[in-house]
């Protein structure tokens, strides 16, 4: 037998007291939205509950250094917090995601100290909500093919375009936008993406439509919005211009880990749902419990949940890694930005590690959580096709996750780059 063994010693996913004691807060926050939410889904109605109840447990902004009033929690507690939250579902979890993983994360990554200093305490206390606006109605899977343009005049940026499935996009105050340069005199610019804060307190000029017609996601609400030389203060700029692309994918790198760990929570309620139906229908004599064949989608439901744990945990600590180092550098480049990245080399290979495992997290735990939604509704039969049963609404919502933050197929074209290189990039 081999004397090398596999240091697993990063693996350990204990959690301190004040760890647990938060995510119990979570869970009675849970509870106490949970009939509400409900109700909102049936109505297709944002639950406006949902941000004083959280809020006044710093989940709006839980991952969110305590400089800026956030818990400063870890990747892990953060993590579990949203598989709690996941648990009420997708819908619910989503918003999270688009307020802090895709939403408050990208502004502590990339954003100048100033930036931070304007928006995220704001964003924090839950006065302000955020938004992620890459997706265009030609630029979906695609984002380096987007068509919105910027032009940079006198004092200010002049955008216009159009961005579409925007989470939160009816009622968000900061969005962070993703748009091509153009008509620069620089003309090394021309054509490269640049990413910028939308400040809509300040400037509300621009459209906002509510996409009405969805098939689930039911509270989270999601808009186009429509910009027609809609002017951008030049501080408003993220990063160095045309970085923004670089931006965005580090964006989706945490807004697949949250989908991840939310999925766990969907097949977890599923779980104790399916299981709970079981116990109490009785068919050809005898509980549904007793059956084998049900017995068998029971075992699955429970394999698929333990087996995602595993990848959106070890992310998570992954994810932390990363963070902690970009921490350390900051102290020497008091603003983060992506030049700097670039020349560095643990940098890379760090993000390039939490990069496949998000994928690999992201893939494996929605598909699961679609299956599983699916197989809990064939437990409860008739009474799993209403919305009114948890187990539809969980099958409904995780429709979605296979699509956006990186449709599947583009995951796993992706982790095939990360495994083969560059060169055999097939997307
Ligand atoms: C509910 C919901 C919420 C969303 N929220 C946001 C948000 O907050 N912010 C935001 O910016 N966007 C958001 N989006 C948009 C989302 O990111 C896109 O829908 C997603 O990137 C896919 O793009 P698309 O819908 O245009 O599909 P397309 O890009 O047209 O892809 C269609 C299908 O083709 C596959 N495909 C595409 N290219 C390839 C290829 N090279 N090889 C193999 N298969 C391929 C895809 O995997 C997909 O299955 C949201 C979408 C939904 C549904």
Not at 76 to 97: C, D
Not at 353 to 382: P, W
Request: hydrophobic content about 40%; proline content about 2%; glycine content about 6%.
């Amino acid at each position: 037998m081999s004397n090398k063994f596999i240091n697993l010693s990063d693996m350990q996913f204990e959690i301190s007291k004040e760890q647990t004691n938060y995510i119990s807060k979570i869970n009675d926050a849970c509870k106490n939205i949970r009939n509400i939410e409900t109700d909102c889904y049936l109505h297709e109605r944002f639950n406006e509950n949902i941000i004083p109840e959280f809020g006044k447990i710093g989940m709006l902004g839980c991952p969110i250094s305590k400089q800026y009033g956030g818990l400063g929690y870890d990747f892990l507690t953060y993590v579990m917090a949203l598989q709690k939250i996941g648990m009420e579902g997708g819908s619910l979890r989503t918003f999270f995601s688009a307020h802090i993983s895709i939403g408050q994360l990208i502004l502590q990554n990339w954003a100048s100290i100033e930036q931070k200093k304007s928006f995220l305490p704001f964003t924090t206390k839950g006065e302000s909500i955020m938004a992620f606006a890459l997706s265009e109605p030609l630029a979906g899977s695609d984002p380096s093919s987007l068509t919105s343009t910027i032009e940079e005049k006198d004092d200010y940026f002049l955008l216009n375009g159009i961005k579409h499935w925007i989470g939160n996009g009816t009622f968000a105050d900061v969005f962070t936008i993703y748009a091509k340069e153009k008509g620069n005199v620089d003309s090394n610019l021309n054509g490269k993406i640049s990413a910028f804060i939308i400040d809509k307190k300040n400037f509300p000029d621009f459209e906002i439509v509510e996409i009405k017609d969805k098939i689930g996601l039911l509270t989270v609400k999601n808009a186009q919005l429509n910009f027609k030389n809609y002017k951008i203060p030049k501080k408003n700029l993220i990063g160095l211009r045309g970085d923004g692309l670089h931006i965005a994918y580090t964006a989706l790198i945490d807004g697949r880990l949250s989908v991840a760990a939310g999925s766990i929570g969907v097949m977890e309620d599923c779980l104790t749902e399916s299981i709970n139906h079981s116990k109490e229908r009785v068919q050809h004599n005898s509980l549904l419990a007793k059956k084998q064949l049900i017995q068998q989608h029971i075992v699955q439901i429970k394999v698929a949940i333990e087996s995602s744990k595993w990848l959106v945990y070890k992310t998570a600590l992954l994810r932390q890694k990363l963070h902690d180092y970009i921490e350390s550098l900051k102290n020497e480049y008091s603003d983060w930005i992506y030049k700097i990245s670039k020349e560095n080399k643990e940098y890379q290979k760090l993000k390039n590690e939490v990069d496949l495992f998000a994928s690999m997290a992201k893939l494996n735990a929605t598909n699961n959580a679609f299956d599983v939604s699916n197989r809990s509704i064939q437990i409860f039969g008739s009474f799993g096709y209403r919305k009114t049963s948890r187990v539809a609404r969980h099958f409904l919502d995780s429709r979605a996750t296979t699509i956006y933050e990186g449709a599947n197929e583009i995951l796993e074209l992706k982790i095939a780059s990360l495994l083969l290189g560059k060169e055999y990039k097939a997307y």
